[in-house]
């Protein structure tokens, strides 16, 4: 469920009409919903009211710090994977210890700063790794709260390259040595175990392989607390798909919550979330004008001014976007477009054979689904700017993230001084 909504054939997010939006912050632009936001951040939460739970939102999903404000309104902690994500969710007032952090490069300059934030629970991912954590730490003369992420070695995830929990794949500590490697924190003076740590993918339309990687994770806690180990948190990572409108139809929150409180049941532990796309992904559209129509040999393209760099989905991983409209007009008659960008790649393309009603140059065609992985992987590839984000709440909207000039876009370039 989203806000964006049809109102006299107009697109609007919340109360905000997409068309005068455009007119007042140029295109392209990305446009978030507070009141999605809000809304699936509360179905989440409310599906695990009755048990022990942290919701740490995945900040890479979509990292503005007015995002993560309103989440952290919400009552969401966060889940990082740099300094700068950790540095953004302090500035946006999310309690350290509401946070967690991930990622398999953690490097020992920001092992240090979080160390020195004082975070909730690093989420361990090698043993080269733990070793660099325990020496800081003792550095410190602190104790580093640590879960390690375990492999389960179960395939998930709609695309390869989002898939992280096979065996192949470079996240986490292999399942065969993962009790060993407790073994050895569990003799480290600088780390304090706290939890086994697991996320498998992302954009998982099945509850099959949640359930079969959670199982696993269940026996091994067990064995892991007849070795002596205290394990109190069990974070079972994100990965919840969202309907993009291509047909899967992801498992709404309440039966992933039942599954995981049977598979769970018996553990008594705190149990630990890091959701990302299912909360961000519909909450945002991606905004964009046709700026040629272009008939090629065999097929006819709309060519956008917002590209591959603006929103690398779909050439990453051949994601499927739906495309609205943002003005409708039910007399035009129905065309099939190829969908692209003006940057110099062949993958610069958001749709192929697309049926969409007749556009013409000027016309505003809304990307939906795109408030996850989207922001928060653009690039000035091109030399093209980082395009505006706009947050809407109710009425209102706010620039969240401003287009820079050309000159601020190169601020940091410097002319090499033979050179000058
Ligand atoms: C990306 C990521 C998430 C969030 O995944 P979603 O599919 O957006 O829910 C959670 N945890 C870790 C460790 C991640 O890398």
Redesign the pocket.
């Known amino acids: 469920m989203h806000h964006f909504t049809y109102r006299n054939d107009r697109l609007f997010a919340e109360e905000v009409d997409l068309t005068a939006l455009a007119d007042a912050v140029g295109t392209p632009f990305y446009v978030y919903c507070e009141a999605t936001l809000r809304r699936h951040l509360r179905i989440f939460a409310d599906a695990f009211a009755d048990t022990d739970t942290l919701i740490a939102y995945?900040v890479?999903?979509s990292s503005n710090i007015s995002v993560l404000k309103v989440l952290a309104s919400e009552g969401a902690g966060a889940?990082v994977?740099s300094a700068g994500e950790l540095h953004r969710a302090l500035i946006a007032g999310v309690a350290p210890r509401k946070i967690v952090f991930?990622g398999v490069g953690k490097t020992r300059d920001e092992l240090s700063f979080a160390l020195d934030a004082n975070i909730y629970q690093f989420?361990v991912e090698s043993e080269p790794e733990l070793i660099a954590l325990d020496e800081i730490a003792q550095t410190k003369g602190l104790r580093a709260p640590i879960a390690l992420r375990i492999n389960p070695d179960v395939a998930a995830g709609a695309h390869e390259n989002i898939s992280?929990g096979k065996s192949e794949d470079k996240f986490g500590v292999p399942w065969s040595r993962a009790r060993a490697l407790y073994a050895t924190a569990r003799a480290m003076k600088g780390v304090e175990i706290k939890g086994v740590d697991v996320?498998i993918g992302?954009?998982i339309d099945d509850l099959a392989p949640f359930e079969a990687a959670f199982k696993k994770i269940a026996v091994l806690i067990n064995d892991l607390r007849a070795d002596g180990c205290t394990i109190e948190r069990l974070d079972l990572?994100?990965?919840?798909g969202i309907p993009y409108g291509e047909g899967a139809t992801p498992p709404h929150p309440q039966a992933y919550a039942q599954m995981i409180k049977q598979v769970t049941a018996s553990l008594g532990v705190q149990l630990i979330f890091?959701?990302?796309?299912?909360i961000a992904g519909n909450a945002g559209a991606l905004v964009a004008r046709v700026i040629y129509i272009k008939d090629g040999a065999s097929r006819r393209f709309i060519i956008l001014d917002a590209g591959m760099n603006d929103l690398m989905r779909p050439a990453l991983y051949d994601a499927y976007h739906e495309l609205w409209p943002v003005v409708k007009d039910n007399n035009k008659a129905s065309e099939d477009y190829d969908v692209v960008g003006p940057i110099c790649e062949s993958t610069d393309r958001f749709a192929k054979a697309r049926t969409l009603p007749r556009q013409n140059t000027g016309d505003l065609i809304a990307i939906m689904s795109a408030g996850?992985y989207g922001a928060s992987q653009t690039s000035q590839y091109n030399t093209r700017p980082l395009i505006p984000e706009i947050l809407v709440s109710g009425g209102r909207y706010a620039i969240i993230r401003k287009r820079p000039t050309l000159d601020e876009m190169m601020d940091g370039e410097a002319i090499a001084d033979w050179l000058r």
């Open positions: 995945s890479k999903a889940d994977v991930s989420n992280t996320h992302s954009q990572g994100g990965g919840l890091e959701p990302g796309r299912m996850a």
